[in-house]
């Protein structure tokens, strides 16, 4: 499982790099989750609201960091996200504060779930086009102060049902960012797996087509409500693990950490048979 971007090839005016192993992650809670996780993982990210100690701990474990710029754009009422009026001294602090985890290449992410709240309320392309206009400008400040970081943004295909305006306002999103992930969480509804499934397979093909360069990052769900059919889950995470695979990277959403869910619905305290969807992500 190698990456797609920047992988293979080679010319004559020099040695060919090897490639570089796929980036498989977990969103860790605190720095004790590092010791105590199931998966075999490369990277890590750190969590909402710059839990700075957890993204050191996973810097000082060897593993590839996702940094939390989301302090950039906060959600405002009715779905609006909004670069922050002091977007370049905030940024400026963060770096003072915390060069050590800001290595060359490091994944910053920007926006979750981009465009979710605005949908859910409407389809509204005015509503779109501002949050949009406001990544540009947030990308443009982020370059700007740190030219070397890749980054990014996150989709939920939730914002796409019932929503033919946002398509095009998704792919403009996508031009201009290094990576771009998806959120595909099945809910508990079956009537959605479909076009979940459908979403997650093309993706990729809406994002080169958009960014040639994008990496493409698959967010995996590992939480599950008590109350869901647990087959239906099963069938579902099986599915979309295996589509994970044409995805850049990958990185683990639940299995410990499940921020405002409930505890039990991570997936540390899944069952033997849920628990063998992820078996090969699972340490032995």
Not at 69 to 82: D, H, K, N, Y
Not at 210 to 232: C, G, H, M, S
Not at 238 to 248: A, F, G, N, V
Request: charged letters at 20%; proline letters at 5%; hydrophobic letters at 40%.
């Amino acid at each position: 499982m190698l990456t797609a971007c920047g992988g293979g090839g080679g010319s004559s005016d020099g040695p060919t790099l090897p490639p570089q192993p796929r980036l498989v992650g977990e969103i860790f809670g605190t720095p004790d989750q590092l010791a105590t996780s199931d998966l075999v993982t490369n990277a890590g990210y750190g969590g909402y609201g710059g839990a700075l100690e957890t993204s050191r701990a996973i810097q000082k474990a060897g593993k590839a960091n996702l940094l939390d710029f989301l302090f950039l754009f906060p959600t405002r009422e009715r779905g609006q996200i909004r670069l922050v009026e002091n977007a370049s001294a905030r940024l400026d602090s963060y770096i003072a504060q915390n060069n050590d985890l800001l290595v060359p290449g490091v994944h910053v992410y920007l926006i979750d779930e981009m465009y979710l709240g605005a949908a859910l309320l409407g389809d509204n392309p005015a509503e779109y086009q501002a949050q949009l206009d406001d990544l540009t400008r947030g990308i443009a400040l982020v370059r700007q102060k740190l030219p070397s970081a890749k980054v990014g943004i996150s989709f939920s295909p939730h914002a796409t049902f019932n929503n033919p305006k946002i398509t095009p306002f998704i792919r403009a999103a996508i031009a201009q960012v290094d990576w771009v992930g998806t959120t595909s969480y099945w809910l508990g509804d079956k009537a959605t797996i479909p076009a979940l499934h459908e979403w997650s397979r093309t993706l990729p093909g809406i994002a080169r087509a958009a960014q040639p360069k994008v990496e493409t990052w698959y967010i995996a769900q590992a939480f599950r409500d008590l109350n869901w059919d647990r087959q239906a889950f099963r069938d579902y995470m099986q599915t979309e693990l295996q589509i994970s695979d044409s995805y850049d990277a990958i990185i683990f959403f639940g299995w410990q950490e499940t921020s405002e869910l409930s505890k039990q619905t991570a997936g540390r305290y899944f069952e033997a048979e849920t628990r063998a969807v992820y078996s090969r992500f699972l340490k032995k």
